[in-house]
């Protein structure tokens, strides 16, 4: 069993940035890939970003250019940086882990409960 947990979220201006951070611990951080899930207000769930154990990424069209994610595997901790960040960002976003991630799609195993980010106008 791996435990996530999001920290990082919070109120910032349209324009401005701000870094979630994501802590796996339960079990020793295998090779499995993590990511980035968010959920606006009355929308589904969407896949923004996901990263292998080796470091190769790939990003949803919504994301792509602004958003980058990383990984330290030494500290078991994944990292969203989130430039230009839009009214319409503004969502819970989770953290995931293990499961399979596609060029296009991520079926993880393990969400984290998710960290608000608000985007002001």
């Known amino acids: 069993q791996v435990h996530l947990v999001e920290s990082g979220g919070g109120l910032v201006q349209a324009g401005g940035s701000l870094r979630l951070s994501c802590t796996a611990s339960?079990?020793?951080?295998?090779?499995?890939?993590m990511g980035w899930f968010r959920q606006a207000p009355g929308k589904e769930r969407e896949f923004i970003t996901g990263?292998?154990?080796?470091?190769?990424?790939t990003y949803a069209d919504s994301v792509k250019g602004r958003f980058t994610i990383s990984r330290d595997n030494a500290k078991d901790t994944v990292y969203l940086r989130m430039n230009s960040l839009k009214p319409e960002d503004t969502a819970v976003y989770y953290c995931?882990?293990?499961?399979?991630?596609?060029?296009?799609?991520?079926?993880?195993?393990?969400w984290g409960q998710g960290t608000q980010v608000t985007v002001s106008s």
């Open positions: 995931v882990a293990d499961g399979g991630l596609r060029s296009t799609y991520y079926y993880p195993t393990f």
């Open positions: 339960g079990r020793t951080f295998p090779n499995y890939p």
């Open positions: 990263i292998t154990w080796s470091g190769d990424t």
